[in-house]
């Protein structure tokens, strides 16, 4: 690509005038200047650049997701977004080691000053919440309060035009909701794949009933911890009961797109599942990363403040906890271990299933069968 614009100076290029002029200690203008709130400004500085990245990247991921059919060639371009935003949540997470290089006291030498400014009223960092799928309902009541007390107008504006956009939870819900494979013909892999259960079941129950190390007290609290995993499959089997849970918020996908997800985990060696699988582990590792993050800045509130009330009038450490535990938006990937069962047992996908989810081309040297795999 030529360059017609003229010469580029790494200074104006990077606007460094702007950036390298936008730190203000308020305590400078005091008459006891604290020495670590430039550091406390620079660090939040840099998350709310890091923030703005991860919007970027995600918005990217969406509008691939929002114009269906995915074309299969855009799976690489998800991934590889995915994955920067991940090595991005590690930098953020290294931040907080930057920033607890700062004690209590020194925090304290400025605290006050920022008061009623808060963490809280990082909007990017909402706009990323909201973008994942964490919506206002289901965020814990002092945050929904916050959300309208502590928020300027204009903020609470943009943000309820964010949350009216499809999140990525949703996209990807309506993604896996078009996934072939499960009904083919007359195979039916959930009826196969029941039984497969079943026999799993019976057999995890011999195992307790002929254990002779468990006293029978033992075997009985095994049994019925196997009577509730029971019951999780139940549920799996049964689209209804399923989708009260679903109304009852202990789902965020729908029934077909949680057995999608869950035929990717189960066969995931095939070769046009490898890219799914990766997407979902990704999605998975981003929501672990954020909490990860969540639950750092929590510990690091509790040493700067112990139980005192946060510079926005929360309730520090409890409040910050709080939103790592409610804040969480794939928590239906994590669940999908629940229903894994031993490869040794899964059922044998029919020959033509198996040979749409693989690699083929015909040609001079293609076997007898006319199919050679790439």
Not at 33 to 56: N, S
Not at 71 to 100: F, H, N, Y
Not at 307 to 319: A, C, D, N, P
């Amino acid at each position: 690509m030529s360059n017609d614009l003229g010469n580029v100076y790494y200074k104006n290029y990077l606007h460094l005038d702007k950036i390298l002029g936008a730190q203000e200690p308020i305590s400078s203008q005091t008459d006891n200047p604290a020495h670590d709130e430039l550091l406390f400004i620079i660090v939040h500085q840099a998350y709310e650049l890091w923030f703005k990245q991860i919007i970027f990247e995600l918005d990217s991921v969406k509008r691939i997701f929002a114009d269906p059919p995915v074309d299969d060639k855009q799976m690489g371009t998800i991934i590889a977004r995915l994955d920067r935003i991940l090595t991005i949540q590690s930098l953020l997470l290294d931040q907080i080691d930057v920033i607890e290089t700062m004690t209590p006291l020194d925090f304290l030498e400025f605290r006050d000053l920022l008061v009623p400014a808060s963490g809280f009223q990082s909007i990017q960092f909402k706009e990323i919440e909201i973008r994942l799928g964490v919506k206002r309902e289901n965020r814990i009541p002092a945050d929904r309060e916050f959300m309208k007390s502590r928020l300027a107008v204009e903020d609470q504006e943009h943000l309820s035009r964010v949350e009216q956009q499809p999140s990525l939870v949703e996209l990807l819900n309506d993604w896996l909701s078009r996934m072939p494979f499960l009904e083919i013909g007359e195979f039916s892999f959930w009826r196969h794949y029941e039984k497969a259960v079943e026999r799993m079941l019976q057999t995890d129950k011999k195992i307790i009933q002929q254990n002779p190390t468990l006293s029978e007290r033992e075997k009985e609290y095994q049994i019925d911890e196997l009577i509730a995993t029971q019951s999780k499959f139940d549920t799996l089997f049964d689209q209804d009961k399923f989708e009260e849970l679903k109304t009852a918020g202990k789902f965020r996908l729908s029934h077909r797109s949680f057995l999608a997800a869950l035929f990717i985990n189960l066969y995931r060696n095939e070769p046009m599942l490898f890219l799914p699988f990766r997407l979902l582990t990704l999605l998975l590792e981003i929501d672990e990363s954020f909490t990860r993050w969540r639950s750092r800045h929590a510990l690091m509130v509790q040493r700067m403040l112990g139980s005192k009330i946060g510079t926005g009038g929360s309730s520090g450490h409890e409040y910050l906890s709080q939103t790592t535990r409610q804040n969480r938006v794939f928590m239906d990937l994590y669940n999908l271990a629940t229903f894994l069962i031993p490869r040794s047992d899964l059922p044998e996908l029919p020959r033509e299933i198996r040979r749409s989810l693989g690699f083929h081309f015909s040609g001079q040297n293609a076997n007898s069968s006319g199919e050679s795999s790439a």
